[in-house]
């Protein structure tokens, strides 16, 4: 069944010839079998079962799905009875291998009530299980792999399997401890008593083992460090603060380092500032118990009043800090002063080389006629040549197309210059992803390759892995493949895509899958949305006029382990100005999102298509290793 099935329908008024690739092989093209959504009311006469060939290994499981086919091609849903020659299978389609090795059939008989009376006993759908004893689990690994925690203190151990292929694998698992408590879910809490401790994770069912070393201390002093009682301030200037005070104890008779906020009057502690310059700068560190002590505040305002305050304390602020009590707050005026005209600006580097959709951060520094740097000062950016690059009110550059530009830094009407080269990124490397217009960067790590997956639906010895080691951080990706296209106001994207199983969501409750970029480099993502399962399509909007997150009413569950088709449908609004785009998205056939309210930016249309799937933005690294992998991409534009 071709993959764009009722797409000829959707997409009638595209008039240009739609360009299929695949992002592995990249030199083949034809349509891959994804299908659209269906219309009601059409008959099935096909039953699919998906996947329909699978390896497993003994006991392995893997989710079976069914769904039906009209005469007209399009994907319905289908009540099914589910059966297997061998192994288990639930009403879920959850199948169970058995544990003899051998061939086995899973079949998928509608109910009554999904089919007309003439198809229900001879539309099945089947699908073959080989059970080999092949791949092997080989290691248990527990993460992390060491820790060091205080009495009663806790860690969450994480536990999964390695195959003799290298691949990780969920494992069930049996926890113990040769100190403190573990719960059946990996939850450590340390005993009373100092020391060195091992977890074990065995697996359930077999003879390996996986463990993790535990590091107990013991328990921190439990007194507090002292209250400063005699805050004031020294001295002042127009722009700065000097402040005294008698230093204390740190609670274990050492001296204590201090906190040392302030603000413009009045004073409120909790909405207060940590001195960031000056020798009052947070954390203060003590010299002697009792010792009178001075520090400066430097950068504020002439002729301003502020109040100041300060807690005393032990360890590392943000991590493990132990507070006294606050001290009493302080607090005074600067001095009126003159402020110094600004007499030269330098721009930082004086010239560059980006390529394009590259970025390259710029300062801007101040001096008045003696040479002092000058602070505080409003910095506005621009560029000679917008079609080139553009600059953001903070001197970061961004290319556009090839050519040079002059950056120009403009401050108290005094400027300073630098000169920018958009260059074109460089070719592949050879033998990479060459052959079909796709390019990939930011691969250094060479976590983004070609592997085989005999489930892939189109291209099984060709599918690209982007792979998230344990440690992988937030906010980027493995690896970047992209590709452009002639722009175009109506564009439809089809796709094959595979996420692992399991899968470690971000604490932003997003990854992003891929991109739609614009011709004046605004974008579009299509993401999976929520911190854990279950997860679902949801896509993003970085436009001008229309910056939101957005889902369908009833959202799917994504299957984890399993291929699913994406399409994504996008129609520029009719102006920058006016909500009458159009955007619909599709999971295995089903309208998941469909919005006619989008403002798309006012430039020429889409351009870019980006594979790129950023791990979140914020948050936790991986603590287990994930994958995302891709099968076939299918781009339509008008």
């Known amino acids: 069944m071709p993959f764009t099935f ?161 691949d990780s694998v969920a494992v069930s698992v049996t926890w113990s401890a040769t100190g403190g408590t573990i719960t059946t879910a990996g939850l450590y809490r340390a005993g009373q008593t100092p020391g060195s401790y091992a977890v074990t994770a065995a697996q359930t069912g077999g003879s390996l083992t996986g463990t993790a070393s535990v590091a107990v201390t013991a328990p921190p002093p439990s007194s507090v460090p002292g209250t400063v009682t005699n805050l004031a301030l020294a001295g002042v200037t127009d722009n700065s603060v000097t402040l005294a005070f008698t230093e204390v104890s740190d609670g274990t008779g050492q001296p204590a380092s201090y906190d040392v906020r302030y603000a413009p009057s009045p004073f409120s502690w909790g909405s207060a500032t940590s001195v960031a310059t000056g020798t009052c700068a947070s954390p203060v560190h003590g010299s002697s118990i009792g010792a009178s002590r001075t520090c ?73 006629a003696s040479g002092a740097v000058l602070t505080g000062r409003s910095v506005s950016w621009s560029v000679s040549n917008p079609l080139v690059a553009s600059v953001s009110g903070l ?131 299509l993401e999976i949305f929520n911190q854990s399962a279950p997860y679902s399509l949801g896509v993003v909007t970085e436009f001008p006029g229309d910056n939101r997150a957005i889902q369908g009413a009833a959202p799917t569950p994504v299957a984890l382990g399993q291929w699913h088709r994406l399409e994504w449908y996008l129609k520029y609004s009719s102006s920058g100005s006016t909500a009458d785009g159009v955007m619909k998205v599709w999971l295995d056939g089903k309208l998941e999102i469909s919005r006619t309210d989008l403002v798309m930016p006012a430039d020429g249309g889409f351009s870019l298509f980006q594979l790129s799937p950023t791990f979140g933005g914020v948050g936790s690294a991986k603590y287990e290793a994930d994958h995302f992998w891709f099968d076939h991409i299918h781009i339509s534009g008008n």
């Open 395 to 525: 001197g970061l550059v961004t290319g556009l197309v090839a050519g040079t530009a002059t950056l120009t830094a403009t401050s108290e009407g005094q400027r300073g210059q630098a000169s920018v080269t958009v260059t074109v990124l460089p070719p592949p490397p050879s033998g990479s992803w060459g052959g079909s217009g796709w390019w990939s960067i930011y691969n250094g790590s060479g976590y983004v390759t070609r592997v085989s997956d005999a489930g892939a639906p189109s291209s099984p010895s060709n599918v690209v892995d982007f792979y998230y080691p344990i440690g992988f951080p937030s906010g980027i990706a493995p690896g970047t493949l992209y590709y452009y296209f002639s722009t175009a106001r109506e564009v439809y994207v089809g796709l094959w895509w595979k996420p692992s199983n399991p899968w470690q969501g971000n604490d932003a409750g997003r990854n992003k899958i891929c991109y739609l970029m614009t011709a004046g480099d605004k974008l579009i993502a």
């Open 296 to 368: 400066t505040v430097l950068g504020l305002s002439a002729a301003t009043a502020y109040g100041f305050q300060l807690v005393a304390l032990r360890g590392t602020l943000g991590v493990d800090a132990v507070f006294g009590g606050l001290s009493n707050a302080a607090s005074g005026a600067t001095a009126a002063g003159t402020q110094a005209p600004v007499a030269s600006v330098t721009v930082s580097p004086g010239s560059a080389g980006v390529s394009v959709l590259g970025t390259q951060q710029f300062t801007a520094t101040l001096k008045d």
């Open 6 to 166: 009722k797409l000829s329908q959707r997409l009638a008024r595209m008039r240009r010839a739609a360009l299929l690739c695949s992002t592995a092989a990249l030199a083949a093209c034809e349509k891959p079998g994804v299908a659209g959504p269906s219309e009601p009311g059409s008959q099935v006469v096909t039953l699919i079962v998906s996947p329909d060939s699978i390896t497993l290994t003994p006991s392995q499981s893997e989710q079976f799905v069914a769904f039906g086919r009209t005469p007209a091609g399009d994907s319905v849903p289908v009540a099914v009875v589910w059966s297997a020659s061998g192994g288990t299978i639930a009403a879920s389609g959850l199948y169970t291998a058995d544990s003899i090795e051998g061939a086995y059939q899973v079949t998928a008989a509608p109910m009554t009530s999904s089919l007309a009376a003439s198809h229900t006993s001879t539309v099945i759908g089947k699908a073959t299980v080989r059970v080999s004893r092949g791949r092997k689990l080989t290691r248990i690994i527990v993460s992390p792999a060491s820790t060091t925690l205080s009495v009663d203190g806790t860690q969450q151990f994480l536990a999964y399997g390695r195959m003799n292929n290298g």
